[in-house]
């Protein structure tokens, strides 16, 4: 699967966001995310999505803030972030998980800036 991330940019705290992901090729689970990587920082875990029934799971950081939500029929999956922080400031990777059930397909990052 080729997944492609956009949306990115730069907002002031207490604003929003849209991320999108267009993935391609065969899907190899049912499973597609985010994550993210902040300066100096390992790269985190921030949200997933089931392509099948739209169960979501998300990082305790961003629980009530950030919305994962994905279109079948576009084959896109879209992260709503609201009440950006300073600390949300990240470049934003969209992923998904192979058939051994490991994140193993990533899109190039998006960078998303929070200005206080």
């Known amino acids: 699967v080729q997944l492609q991330a956009f949306g990115g940019g730069l907002v002031q705290a207490g604003g929003s966001l849209r991320l999108s992901c267009t993935a391609s090729?065969?899907?190899?689970?049912?499973?597609v995310g985010w994550f993210r990587q902040a300066p100096g920082k390992e790269r985190e875990f921030v949200a997933r999505?089931?392509?099948?029934?739209?169960?979501?799971y998300y990082a305790g950081a961003v629980l009530g803030r950030f919305a994962i939500s994905r279109d079948n029929a576009r084959n896109t999956v879209s992260l709503q972030m609201n009440e950006l922080k300073p600390e949300d400031t990240a470049v934003y990777y969209c992923?998904?998980?192979?058939?051994?059930?490991?994140?193993?397909?990533w899109g190039k990052g998006t960078l998303v800036t929070v200005s206080s």
């Open positions: 992923a998904a998980v192979n058939d051994q059930g490991q994140w193993d397909y």
């Open positions: 090729g065969r899907r190899t689970s049912d499973t």
């Open positions: 999505v089931a392509w099948s029934n739209g169960d979501t």
